[in-house]
């Protein structure tokens, strides 16, 4: 037996904002981040909506990028002063991650940290509030996943958090508020998105219900995503949609060793934290052609290319993918992020480590092609340098 789970309702197109309008509930806590859904002007109309349901509002503001252990613990806190029946989360998905976290906390104050770090352990949710997520970004789609990302900055790792309870109940996917990112968290939260739809359609958890939503975001994230780069509102529209699509995808085939690298390598250097999405672009075409050598994760690889129309290889899909980082202003590898911040001698020195945690990654486990630490290391070295992956 399988399960499929998304938001009960997804409000998308021009305008959902006004949803919010429709939701019945008496106090509401919103969760935002840095300042950018202020300054330009959605935080107001989020809450001028919500007292037009008849709601009394709390604000909840400066979520960081990565959001750490210590803010879920504060905005917990905070929830448990206010007692919220509605949280709605703001944001890309920093904030949108950091209250699904809070909401836990809020709801069962004596659990912990560490038993929400094992998959699918989280207790029954909804005992006291309704959760509401607003994506900004066109890349992670927290708001329709079971999936939460928190960085616990002492011991330098990222943990995925993973429960179908904390599924929003509402998904609003309003274009509008993906018009103001700047180009490289475009190109960025673009390629996340790829990465999710790609990962979910080789993960070995892969179905009925999720493969045509995986290669649909696919086809729309590689013939929207560079001109969503350059600016164009249409292609922004449609890339917040496909975003969207990869995430209902990838919430219930889950994912793969992209994603398990990704959090195990974003916040283990001192040089500087490498962002989500460019290291999933940077990794994507080093673990095809590592997963590649089983026939049938190449077999779906094909028909990947085939289904955007490319010759249906594995090839193909990799040189696609290169271009796009291409395009997109994306380094191809580890030593040429942000000019060189990632030191190589510290990069090596905790290389058996960092292999050790991408390997026990809650993503591992779908991954098409097991993997040893010994070979989770030759790959980061591969991402590291750029080298070909013959092995």
Request: net charge negative.
């Amino acid at each position: 037996m399988a399960r499929f789970t998304i938001p009960r309702d997804v409000y998308h197109g021009k305008g959902s904002l006004d949803a919010l309008k429709t939701l019945k509930g008496s106090r509401a806590m919103v969760v935002t981040g840095g300042g950018s859904m202020k300054r330009f002007g959605f935080l107001d109309q989020v809450v001028e909506n919500l007292k037009s349901a008849g709601m009394e509002v709390h604000l909840f503001e400066g979520v960081e990028p990565d959001p750490s252990v210590e803010t879920v613990m504060r905005g917990a806190e905070a929830m448990r002063a206010f007692e919220p029946d509605w949280i709605v989360a703001i944001g890309g998905g920093s904030p949108i991650d950091a209250a699904k976290a809070m909401w836990a906390f809020y709801e069962y104050p004596e659990t912990t940290f560490e038993d929400l770090c094992i998959p699918f352990h989280f207790p029954e949710l909804r005992t006291k509030a309704k959760f509401c997520a607003i994506p900004s970004t066109s890349g992670t789609a927290t708001e329709v996943t079971a999936f939460s990302v928190i960085t616990d900055y002492q011991s330098g790792v990222k943990y995925p958090l993973a429960d179908f309870n904390i599924t929003p109940d509402v998904a609003i996917v309003d274009p509008a508020l993906a018009e103001t990112m700047p180009k490289k968290l475009t190109a960025f939260t673009g390629m996340d998105a790829l990465t999710h739809a790609i990962e979910a359609y080789v993960s070995l958890l892969n179905c009925d219900y999720t493969d045509p939503l995986a290669l649909h975001a696919i086809k729309m994230i590689t013939e929207y995503l560079p001109a969503s780069f350059a600016g164009d509102s249409y292609a922004r529209e449609k890339m917040h949609n496909a975003q969207c699509l990869a995430g209902m995808a990838f919430s219930n085939a889950l994912l793969g060793i992209v994603h398990s690298m990704a959090h195990k390598t974003g916040a283990a250097y001192s040089g500087g934290h490498i962002v989500h999405g460019c290291a999933n672009a940077m990794y994507l075409p080093k673990v095809i052609r590592y997963n590649a050598k089983d026939e049938t994760a190449a077999k779906r690889y094909g028909e990947i290319a085939a289904f955007i129309g490319l010759e249906p290889s594995v090839d193909a899909l990799i040189e696609k993918i290169k271009e796009m980082n291409k395009t997109l202003e994306i380094p191809c590898c580890i030593r040429d992020y942000e000019g060189g911040i990632i030191d190589e001698q510290e990069f090596l020195d905790k290389l058996p480590k960092v292999a050790e945690l991408a390997v026990g990654d809650a993503c591992t486990g779908s991954n098409p092609r097991k993997i040893t630490p010994a070979e989770m290391e030759k790959l980061l070295k591969c991402c590291f340098y750029d080298e070909e992956v013959d092995f």
